[in-house]
């Protein structure tokens, strides 16, 4: 099993930065992809950016393209989102999954998820 957990989240005003952190119970396996998702209030959780653990394969939303980042720090096994630039229509709340295979911007194919942190910016 894999588990995530979350940190980083906070109220920001827009045009601020934020990182998020995704710190997983182990280290992931050469063969997992992890990534970033949202979800704002009425609304379905929506793909934001993912990599191959080891490297390679990065995707990120149009609406993000250009404002984050993603990356990791494998001797913590944490997954990082670095956010600038953000906008009102960024708060939600941001949740870290994993999967084994190429990363891919569908919810349903990530087995592992997090808790989720609350981002919030203030216009």
């Known amino acids: 099993q894999l588990q995530l957990v979350e940190s980083g989240g906070g109220l920001v005003q827009a045009g601020g930065s934020l990182r998020l952190s995704c710190v997983a119970s182990?280290?992931?396996?050469?063969?997992?992809?992890m990534g970033w998702f949202r979800q704002a209030p009425g609304k379905e959780r929506e793909f934001v950016a993912a990599r191959r653990w080891n490297g390679g394969g990065e995707k990120y939303a149009d609406a993000v393209m250009g404002r984050f980042s993603i990356s990791r720090d494998s001797d913590t096994s944490t997954l990082y989102l670095e956010m600038s630039s953000l906008k009102p229509e960024d708060t939600a709340i941001y949740y870290c999954a994993a999967r084994v295979g190429s990363p891919t911007t569908w919810a349903s194919d990530y087995g592992y998820w997090g808790q989720g942190t609350q981002v919030t910016v203030s216009s």
């Open positions: 182990r280290r992931p396996y050469s063969s997992h992809s």
